[in-house]
């Protein structure tokens, strides 16, 4: 590891800093073996780029497949006043996984690496003046989510009953809740990729990820013992009507697939189900108890919380929200907090779990 003292680090010429942080960044996670692999790289496997970016002209890679982790990498001066509005469109922009800024002068006033993930995290790690402190803390936040897997793969089939084309009186309660998100302010709004990414860089997401916006929250109702209904993946949650576009009904895990099936009216072209399908799978198939699972974007006092911030849509977010929904007292009526992140909330209805957090929602959510 190149040694640089933090009294050093905030006098080296532009660019060095970023450069000084990705090559000790490559070295540390090679000599612990992870396969850190060049951008352009030919893998049918997974791996992970470290992608080092001019701020004022970044520019974005384009994965060989989705097994693939991408971590931007950049460098300022100081610690930027509005976080987010800073390093989100760098992440969208590189086509990152996730985004980190190395600052000359961050809160601490040292030099400090800010995080920036799709769920719109944003925490830092300080360097204090010991480079391997600082690396392996570096490495304790970056491994779990480099390491975890997406199950976001959708199989359609168009086998839903003509009677549910229309949807029922479970999906118009997703209606109502989608509504009171928007009544509550809790409903950011989706995140036009388009207006950050070229035509070719959103053609490659659409074609990689399968999406085509971001949007944040999500929401579910159980119709029987083994399916649910859910919201759909990149909609307005203020406006959940349409069967198989807006609302989904989610009928099984396939593991050998690493998918979710959905049942879909014919003669449609379905949009795909929120990331957190299987999340909500895990739950429900456990506890019959529960009808409903609400996630946000929020905070509530005084609950437990998962310790890693993985990726949403991981299997490894979903079990450990799984596990403490597990843990509870009562799984039935569980708020579980997600690090850097939300809330995931089980209830008896969606009705239900309004009334139980009316007036103790937190809109922001702390950063640790």
């Known amino acids: ?29 090679r000599e612990r073996g992870y396969n850190v692999i060049e951008p352009n790289e030919a893998t049918d496997e997974g791996g992970i780029v470290l ?73 830092s790690v300080p360097h204090t003046g010991d480079d391997a402190a600082f690396f392996d803390a570096i490495l304790e936040r970056l491994a779990p989510l480099a390491t975890s897997q997406l199950i976001i793969d959708n199989i359609f089939v168009p086998d839903l009953e003509p009677e549910l084309w229309n949807g029922d009186e479970i999906t118009a309660s997703i209606t109502r809740a989608g509504k009171k998100l928007d009544e509550l302010d809790l409903l950011p709004s989706p995140f036009p990729l388009e207006e950050y990414l070229s035509p070719e860089d959103f053609r490659h997401v659409r074609a990689m990820f399968n999406i085509g916006g971001l ?62 399908a299987i999340e909500h799978f895990m739950i429900y198939r456990e506890h019959p108890q529960v009808g409903a699972i609400l996630h946000v974007h929020a905070w509530m006092e005084g609950i437990p919380s998962t310790h890693v911030n993985f990726p949403c849509g991981t299997y490894e977010l979903a079990s450990a929200v799984a596990e403490l929904v597990r843990q509870s007292p009562d799984p039935g009526h569980a708020v579980i907090g997600l690090k850097n992140h939300g809330l995931t909330i089980t209830g008896e209805s969606l009705d239900e779990i309004f009334d139980r957090i009316e007036g103790k929602i937190l809109r922001q959510v702390p950063m640790t």
Request: hydrophobic residues 40%; without cysteine.
């Open 1 to 29: 590891m190149d040694s640089v003292v933090a009294s050093q680090l905030a006098s080296l010429p532009k660019g060095a800093l970023r450069d000084w942080f990705a090559g000790n960044l490559a070295s540390a996670m």
């Open 51 to 123: 992608h080092p970016v001019d701020l004022a002209k970044p520019t974005s890679v384009r994965r060989k497949n989705r097994a693939i982790f991408v971590v931007g990498i950049g460098e300022d001066d100081r610690y930027p006043e509005e976080p987010l509005k800073t390093g989100y469109p760098l992440l969208l922009r590189t086509l990152a996984n996730l985004f980190i800024l190395m600052v000359r002068e961050g809160k601490s006033g040292h030099p400090e690496a800010f995080f920036f993930t799709l769920e719109q995290g944003s925490y």
């Open 215 to 276: 949007s944040y929250g999500n929401l579910s109702a159980r119709k029987d013992e083994k399916r649910f209904w859910m919201s759909a993946s990149g909609v307005d949650k203020s406006h959940l009507v349409d069967i198989g576009t807006e609302i989904l009904m989610v009928t099984d895990y396939l593991p050998d697939k690493k998918a979710m099936r959905l049942s879909v009216p014919p003669n449609i072209r379905p949009r795909r189900v929120s990331v957190d």
